[in-house]
């Protein structure tokens, strides 16, 4: 750590040497979703945060990205650093036009300081149902979030628990922007894949102007192997509920590390390893292309090739 923070009891660091993947990653490859936590003496951990992290900051992303094989990433404003955007907006723009950035705003944002934003490479806002992160936001501060970014061509990211969708679907479905669905909306994975709790994610996903992203099956599993000590199957719960999304919406989802894995408590996975479960829900190279280059270049630089 550095700065004058201590970080939360039991806090899992980031895994510090990751193995070489097996799959190689398409040329272009884009990594969606993924943090920066400080470092806390340059970029202060917000009062009202509900966890102090481990420092992970945008050299050790940057090294990861380039072991990996990663072209790019879209940094997500940490919930651990607030409405303040700095550490994210640094990252952004250091990475020379290779990142893009999700932001954390309330209502009282300035017109100028969307824009500012906006030239940096932020293209979307987070929204945060997860009440053990975040506290709650009054959903008319969202929607009126919504409107002021819209003008811009940004997006929504929705963090919520797969059980509370039908509470808050049709607030989703009246936001004037495209959605990103984060983690597959946290699914029961002891759950049939094809029960009603995860088809009306899927059905939401159908009727609506709605991305979703395959990630985080380390923090999905109940009763997955790890992805740990060359684990060459791991998360097989989480399996069949990335692989269904990635066939019935192969044009509208995305893949991302969620690095440095904020919150874990049971293990740290090995990212190496984390990139070797893609090919186990996106079984074609057709697929793969589309989850990790196409869609979200067209998300992010659209009209920029990979």
């Not at 996903?205 to 997955?224: A, F, H, Y």
């Not at 186990?280 to 990790?292: C, D, E, F, I, N």
Request: charged share 25%; hydrophobic share 40%; proline share 9%.
């Amino acid at each position: 750590m550095s700065g004058p923070f201590i970080k939360t009891p039991g806090w899992l660091d980031w895994y510090r040497n990751p193995s070489a993947p097996a799959f190689t990653l398409p040329e272009g490859t884009v990594d969606a979703h993924c943090h920066v936590f400080g470092p806390g003496a340059e970029f202060p951990y917000a009062p009202e945060r509900k966890y102090t992290p481990c420092d992970a900051g945008k050299h050790e992303l940057f090294t990861l990205r380039d072991h990996l094989g990663v072209s790019r990433n879209v940094i997500v404003q940490a919930t651990c650093h607030g409405a303040d955007n700095s550490a994210m907006v640094d990252a952004v723009r250091a990475s020379g036009g290779r990142a893009r950035g999700i932001a954390t705003v309330r209502p009282d944002i300035t017109d100028a300081e969307l824009a500012e934003l906006d030239a940096a490479g932020v293209r979307g806002v987070r929204f945060n149902f997860l009440k053990r992160l975040v506290n709650a936001a009054p959903k008319e501060d969202l929607a009126a979030i919504a409107e002021r970014i819209a003008p811009l061509g940004w997006h929504v990211v929705i963090y919520f628990e797969g059980e509370d969708l039908a509470d808050l679907e049709g607030f989703f479905t009246a936001l004037p922007t495209p959605l990103v669905v984060d983690h597959m909306g946290r699914p029961d994975v002891t759950k049939p894949v094809d029960g009603p709790d995860f088809t009306r994610l899927l059905r939401f996903v159908e009727r609506s102007d709605v991305w979703v992203k395959v990630t985080c099956p380390e923090r999905l599993t109940v009763t997955g192997r790890p992805a740990l000590e060359g684990e060459r199957e791991p998360y097989s719960d989480v399996v069949p509920f990335g692989r269904k999304v990635v066939e019935e919406f192969p044009d509208s989802v995305l893949w991302g590390t969620d690095w440095p894995h904020p919150n874990l408590t049971d293990h740290m996975p090995d990212d190496g390893l984390l990139v070797d479960y893609v090919p186990r829900v996106a079984v074609t190279a057709a697929m793969r292309q589309k989850l990790l280059v196409d869609n979200p270049m067209r998300l992010y630089w659209p009209g920029e090739n990979a």
